[in-house]
């Protein structure tokens, strides 16, 4: 079936950088874009952006411009979130989801939660 | 910057039905937003409910239905359960690749 499959849970302290993992199996990787959304502890859900799996084009979230970088490795069906000097308000939990070409979202991966605090 | 509105919380008892919509802080929403909604339980990744304004996604029951109602994208509950007592969010594609969620609506079946 499809799915994607987050990797676990991190702890880091400020001005550190994470870097989150989704393994995506059962379909065509190639065929769909990646987007990554955040959700900080009782808070409602956030975009953070997108990037097309096919070509590597990348569109992020005004917010997260210049701390945010999403990349993708193909050979392994693997995409990729990295997010740079973490602040304590960057506490959440991050998905991955396949975007379709109408703009929605589905699946979704489980969830990592990242942790920022010293 | 645009904001997308929801009703923060919303009541409904079982059996009931319920409209939960989705606006702009400016401007109308239409079907070129390709409104899509997504159900979530504490704890739980989102469940996508209803894409492209008005389909079902996969396994979705069809008390659950999407609609445009004047100037908001509309999700429409009926024979309300139970289980269906959740966050409800909304998300509007806002052109450039841009997607925005709205804040959310706390369901509440009693």
């Given amino acids: 079936q499809v799915q994607l499959v987050q990797s676990g849970a991190e702890v880091k302290k400020p001005g550190a950088s994470v870097k989150v993992s989704c393994k995506a199996s059962g379909y ?61 308000d960057d506490t959440a939990v991050y998905y991955c989801a396949r975007q379709w070409w109408d703009n929605w979202f589905d699946p979704w991966g489980q969830g990592t939660l990242v942790t920022v605090s010293s | 910057q645009t904001v997308v509105t929801q009703e923060p919380s919303f009541s409904v008892s079982p059996g ?33 409910l209803i894409y492209s ?28 359960q139970a289980d269906d007592e959740s966050d409800y969010y909304c998300v509007l ?6 997607v925005v969620f709205g804040g959310g609506t706390k369901l509440t079946v009693l």
Wanted: charged share 10%.
């Fill in chain 1, 28 to 88: 065509t990787f190639t065929s769909y874009d990646i987007s990554w959304v955040r959700q900080a502890p009782g808070q409602g859900l956030e975009w953070m952006g997108w990037i097309s799996v096919y070509n590597g084009n990348t569109n992020y979230a005004q917010k997260f411009q210049g701390r945010v970088t999403m990349t993708t490795d193909t050979s392994t069906s693997t995409a990729y979130m990295e997010l740079r000097s973490l602040r304590s």
């Fill in chain 2, 16 to 48: 009931g039905t319920v409209t939960l919509t989705c606006g702009l802080s400016s401007g109308s929403v239409s079907t070129r937003y390709y409104p899509s909604w997504y159900q979530q339980t504490p704890g739980q990744a989102p469940r996508t």
């Fill in chain 2, 53 to 80: 304004t008005n389909s079902r996604s996969s396994g979705v029951p069809d008390r659950f239905s999407g609609s445009i109602l004047g100037n908001k994208a509309a999700l429409t509950i009926t024979g309300a």
């Fill in chain 2, 93 to 98: 594609f806002m052109g450039s690749g841009m």
